[in-house]
């Protein structure tokens, strides 16, 4: 499985790109439900993707929240969706 197979293509790239300068601004908070704290410049973040479909994208997340799905799996697992759906702003 490549990465753009994983959803981390050209696509990806090009959205994290775009967000990479606002994000070194400062001023972006966390997209993920259970933080939406500011990822404060040369912090390390993510572009989040939708748990349950991974060709969209949630918006920047700080790693740490990003890599911690193992709730977010369980859960959908058993048919509950935990993230809210935000139109990025850019």
């Known amino acids: ?6 959803g981390y293509g050209y696509p990806h790239q ?3 790109k775009r967000w ?4 070194k601004r400062g001023g972006v908070f966390c997209c993920h439900p259970r933080c939406g704290f500011e990822i404060l410049p ?3 973040w993510d572009l989040g993707h939708d748990p349950v479909d991974r060709s969209r994208w949630l918006g920047p997340m700080h790693r740490k929240c990003n ?3 193992t709730l977010e ?4 697992g058993v048919g509950l ?3 809210r759906y935000r139109s ?3």
């Open 1 to 6: 499985m490549t990465t753009a197979d994983r």
């Open 14 to 16: 090009a959205l994290r």
């Open 20 to 23: 990479a300068a606002r994000v």
């Open 42 to 44: 040369g912090e390390p």
């Open 67 to 69: 890599r911690n799905t």
């Open 73 to 76: 799996r369980r859960l959908h």
């Open 81 to 83: 969706r935990v993230f």
């Open 88 to 90: 990025p702003s850019w």
